[in-house]
């Protein structure tokens, strides 16, 4: 009922900035909480950040706080995560996530309900 597909990846230098895209192709997202995670190879998946149905709340890894900021455009059932002052520990894979009945913006994979393919995200020195 709901197909998550990521874009806006690509290759960046050290300092600079890229904005992802997550949209879905069947049912709307606007009641579901969103979330941002990411994996490297050989480490496992990370938590990046999380948004309200609503997009009144919001939830950061503290590493991405100050760099990295969710949004959301109900409309265009379409989530954001604007990436800034992009470093190379940034590189991996990200993945949009969404969780039918989130309320506390959890950063646990597993209560997540419908996972993206992921879009690369390589920052070079």
């Known amino acids: 009922q709901v197909q998550l597909v990521e874009s806006g990846g690509g290759l960046v230098q050290a300092g600079g900035s890229l904005r992802l895209s997550c949209t879905s192709s069947?049912?709307?997202?606007?009641?579901?909480?969103m979330s941002w995670f990411r994996q490297a190879p050989g480490k496992e998946r990370e938590f990046v950040a999380a948004i309200s149905s609503s997009a009144l709340s919001t939830n950061y890894a503290d590493s991405m706080k100050g760099r990295f900021t969710i949004s959301r455009d109900n409309a265009k059932n379409t989530v954001y995560l604007q990436m800034n002052s992009l470093k190379p520990e940034d590189t991996a894979v990200y993945y949009c996530a969404a969780d039918r009945f989130g309320v506390f913006l959890t950063p646990t994979p597993n209560n997540y309900d419908y996972w993206g393919q992921g879009t690369q995200v390589t920052v070079s020195s």
């Open positions: 069947g049912r709307a997202l606007s009641t579901y909480a």
